[in-house]
């Protein structure tokens, strides 16, 4: 005898599976259907039209993964001050001491950042 949660992930991996068919099955006819034949027009530049000099390697600034470091730990700790707000009123007194905590360190990060130069750039 099966309950409505196992139905449910009955349901789920039907999904999945399907999925998975589906995905298959397109890739398959794709590649089936597919012209292989390598001509001129599939040869040529095709970025802005302009023709390639030298190598495509380029070495970026550090300050551009620090910044993008940056964007992303801010980014996470928004989701954090977010929760928090959805449960400000259980939290009482403590909960808002916490985060006033939890922004003055992050502030003090960017003050950090700003003043060793990583977004300088922008």
Same mark, same amino acid.
């Given at each position: 005898m099966s309950t409505p949660a196992n139905i449910g992930y009955?349901?789920?991996?039907?999904?999945?599976?399907?999925?998975?068919?589906?995905?298959?099955?397109?890739?398959?006819?794709?590649?089936?259907?597919?012209?292989?034949?390598?001509?001129?027009?599939?040869?040529?530049?095709?970025? =802005?039209?302009?023709?390639?000099?030298? =190598?495509?390697?380029?070495?970026?600034?550090?300050g551009f993964y620090i910044f993008a470091l940056l964007f992303?730990?801010?980014?996470?700790?928004?989701?954090?001050?977010? =929760?928090?707000?959805v449960i400000f009123k259980q939290l009482s007194i403590f909960?808002?001491?916490?985060?006033?905590?939890?922004?003055?360190?992050?502030?003090?990060?960017?003050?950090?950042?700003?003043?060793?130069?990583?977004?300088?750039?922008?």
């Amino acid at each position: 005898m099966s309950t409505p949660a196992n139905i449910g992930y009955l349901y789920a991996g039907i999904l999945l599976a399907a999925g998975f068919v589906f995905v298959l099955l397109a890739t398959t006819v794709a590649n089936l259907l597919a012209p292989h034949k390598a001509t001129e027009e599939k040869l040529q530049t095709y970025e =802005s039209g302009e023709t390639p000099i030298g =190598s495509a390697w380029v070495q970026y600034p550090l300050g551009f993964y620090i910044f993008a470091l940056l964007f992303v730990a801010f980014d996470v700790d928004i989701v954090f001050i977010i =929760s928090w707000a959805v449960i400000f009123k259980q939290l009482s007194i403590f909960g808002f001491c916490e985060i006033v905590f939890f922004i003055i360190v992050l502030t003090l990060g960017l003050v950090y950042a700003w003043r060793k130069g990583v977004t300088r750039w922008i």
